[in-house]
């Protein structure tokens, strides 16, 4: 069993911790979540074996993104359109989301974590 067929099974299963605490401040839904796992979990990571995308919460949304790893081990992550349903080619710096309470939030998940 693949690590996508896996995460997808335990949140069919409604076993996802982090499917229910990010359903239950968003609007997400289970197709959404499945479908984000699956971009997630077909991660071909870079050439020295890093990860190079993770899945954000929004309020409204899963926010696809693509991590950059660069020589002094620094991380960031940007946000790429086509990644997300929309056209263009430049992505742009992601610095988290704002959400209802006034609060921005950097939520995110690699595939190497658990759910």
């Not at 997400?28 to 979990?41: G, H, P, R, V, Y």
């Not at 899945?55 to 997300?84: C, Q, W």
Request: aromatic fraction near 10%.
């Amino acid at each position: 069993m693949t690590s996508f067929e896996t995460k997808k099974k335990i949140v069919l299963a409604g076993d996802s911790r982090i499917f229910k605490d990010w359903a239950a401040h968003s609007t997400i839904t289970m197709d959404e979540f499945i479908s984000a796992l699956q971009w997630l979990c077909e991660d071909a990571l870079d050439k020295n074996g890093k990860l190079t995308r993770e899945i954000a919460l929004a309020p409204d949304r899963i926010v696809k993104l693509r991590r950059v790893n660069d020589s002094l081990g620094m991380t960031a992550f940007y946000e790429y359109p086509r990644d997300n349903g929309s056209d263009g080619e430049l992505g742009s710096l992601w610095s988290g989301e704002k959400f209802p309470d006034g609060f921005v939030r950097k939520i995110s998940l690699s595939v190497k974590d658990r759910i």
